[in-house]
């Protein structure tokens, strides 16, 4: 099934990894560039936190009430699937180029370098949003126990996340390990409460059963429309997976590291979200007061453990959830900012200006982080709107574009594996291949998800038209097409001189001067006066594009890694350390 190769292949001179300890060729910087500092219990830790998060603990309040039970489970099932396959996909790509930008950096590289900027901007936006989402999400929670001043909270929240930004990579991991930790022993204990709850150990000593999804509306509230619906909300709640292939230019031995995240994840969206799912759609009526308008927003949840009749039990579960709005903000701040970073260091032309790619003496890219968190500046807004009605819309702007990113993804690794196979490049040099996903991964992932984006949002406009909603749901697509269009013209490739294809690279061979990655595939040629030219939408050529530059070269410090691994596996402690590294 899943293999890992440790095939050594020569870095270019080119790479990223420059970026990474040294200053980049693209000038000095304020520090030395990013650092490797994330170990794989942290990065496992940062994959769940991307998973649970805002979107688990209060976006399936909204799915519940929009959708209802059998809606919001199957909805979440088939996401979750996708974004399995998806983080395949990336992990793919990942474990063989770990470098700054992640997916972006793989869509620019193997499919367009203009849909590769507007995809960047495009995610450095939806993270930016993400941490707003986050602050607005602090103040329903807040609303719990007290209406003063929400605005009050989303000030300090903003201050503590952008702190902990500031300081070393380490601090970040650290404090995203211990918030993830909890929140895993919270949903766990959920399910065991869920479980009780739903037998009868509830302050009306009733056995509930499968009553809510017989109750009117129920078990699918608002019909094809209401079912849509729930797509966008769960896209939300399932956004930030992805965000683990951008830690992988600060985490130490991704190519072993890496793998071993992705594997994971599966496991932990099957009992995180389809468990959790379940019971709150059994727990939790669809039409429970407050449980979604546009003036708040309750958490199942807390719902659930206030049912099992303890008030100080509510209050602790509105407390943990408050501390996962903050590490969801911690995250998507986090991979914002290198985001950012990746797009003012991408060669040969930056994305974005070079300021952004100074860090400090830790490793923090500084302008990017203080780029990033000034747009978190739109939770104020809430005041205005209201905070559920806010939270809503950005609930749909941020899961339409954690869609465009899987698509994204999707559509980076088919260029990628094609390119592949074009060079004559064997699978078997892969240092993580999912043979079960040749080949049919990356057409299920783009098919699935352009069928999304254009469904879920059947609900603005039938059988009226809603603008502002209309606008939540498909206001990224434009936004994307004019980011590329715009690119395109400023690099003026709509035509362009035909070049040899130079030959691909092999590891004793490296070509003298290859193909940019914006050479052009389509074959619609013109004759003039002996010279070729072709119609070019800045497609890459996958026979040119070089497989070798920034290819991950294992070093010492990561050999010793695996020799602990192994001796701790092996020692008389081996049970122990095994049940370890598959929780931690």
Not at 164 to 190: C, D, M, P, Q
Not at 346 to 366: E, N
Not at 447 to 458: A, N
Request: net charge neutral; charged share 15%.
């Amino acid at each position: 099934m899943e293999q890992n190769h440790a095939s050594l292949r020569k870095r270019s001179p080119n790479s990223l990894e420059g970026h990474l300890n040294d200053d980049g060729p693209l000038g000095p910087s304020l520090g030395r560039g990013l650092h490797r500092g994330l170990s794989a219990r942290q990065v496992q830790m940062i994959a769940i936190a991307g998973t649970i998060g805002t979107g688990l603990f209060l976006g399936t309040g909204r799915s519940l009430a929009q959708g209802g039970p059998a809606s919001m489970l199957i909805c979440y099932a088939i996401v979750g699937f996708i974004v399995y396959v998806t983080l395949l996909l990336l992990g793919e790509m990942a474990t063989q180029y770990p470098v700054a930008g992640s997916f972006n950096a793989y869509a620019t590289r193997f499919f367009s370098p203009s849909y590769g900027f507007a995809l960047s901007w495009n995610y450095w936006f939806n993270d930016s949003i993400s941490v707003a989402s986050d602050l607005t999400a602090a103040q329903l929670v807040l609303e719990f126990w007290t209406p003063w001043h929400p605005w009050v909270i989303s000030v300090l929240a903003w201050v503590f996340l952008v702190s902990i930004n500031a300081s070393h990579v380490r601090a970040y991991g650290e404090l995203e390990y211990w918030l993830s930790f909890l929140k895993v022993v919270t949903v766990v204990i959920f399910i065991v409460l869920g479980i009780l709850v739903n037998v009868g150990v509830n302050r009306s000593h009733t056995y509930i059963g499968g009553q809510n999804w017989n109750i009117p509306g129920a078990p699918f509230v608002g019909g094809f429309a209401g079912f849509a619906k729930v797509f966008v909300t769960a896209s939300f709640a399932y956004g930030g997976t992805e965000s683990l292939g951008i830690t992988a230019g600060e985490t130490r031995n991704p190519s072993r590291n890496m793998p071993r995240v992705v594997k994971f994840v599966f496991w932990r969206i099957l009992l995180f979200y389809v468990l959790s799912i379940l019971f709150i759609g059994l727990n939790v009526r669809w039409d429970y007061p407050g449980l979604s308008n546009k003036s708040t927003t309750t958490s199942p949840f807390t719902i659930v453990f206030e049912m099992a009749g303890s008030t100080t039990a509510a209050s602790f579960m509105n407390t943990v959830i408050l501390t996962s709005v903050l590490s969801a903000g911690n995250h998507a701040l986090f991979a914002g900012t290198r985001v950012l970073y990746g797009l003012s260091v991408v060669t040969p032309k930056r994305h974005a200006p070079a300021i952004f790619s100074k860090t400090t003496a830790s490793g923090v890219p500084i302008f990017a982080l203080l780029a990033t968190s000034s747009i978190s500046i739109l939770c104020f807004t809430s005041s205005y709107v209201g905070s559920g009605q806010l939270w809503g819309w950005l609930q749909n702007i941020v899961g339409v574009s954690n869609q465009i990113a899987w698509l994204s993804i999707g559509v980076a690794s088919w260029r990628f594996r094609k390119a592949w196979l074009a060079q004559g490049r064997s699978v078997d040099e892969l240092k993580f291949y999912v043979r079960w996903t040749w080949p049919w991964g990356p057409y299920f992932v783009i098919i699935t998800v352009s069928t999304l984006i254009l469904v879920q949002g059947w609900s603005s406009f039938v059988p009226t038209f809603i603008p502002v909603d209309f606008l939540s749901y498909y206001i990224e697509i434009p936004v994307m097409i004019i980011m590329y269009i715009a690119w395109l013209l400023a690099q003026r490739t709509f035509l362009s001189v035909t070049e040899p294809v130079t030959p691909a690279a092999t590891p004793g061979n490296p070509p003298a001067e290859l193909a940019t990655e914006s050479t052009p595939l389509l074959n619609t040629n013109i004759q003039d006066r002996g010279t070729n030219y072709k119609l070019a939408f800045d497609i890459v050529d996958i026979h040119a594009v070089d497989l070798y530059k920034d290819e991950y070269v294992e070093d010492a410090t990561d050999d010793a890694d695996d020799e602990e691994r192994e001796k701790r596996l092996q020692s008389r402690l081996a049970l122990l350390w095994r049940l370890y590294y598959l929780v931690a």
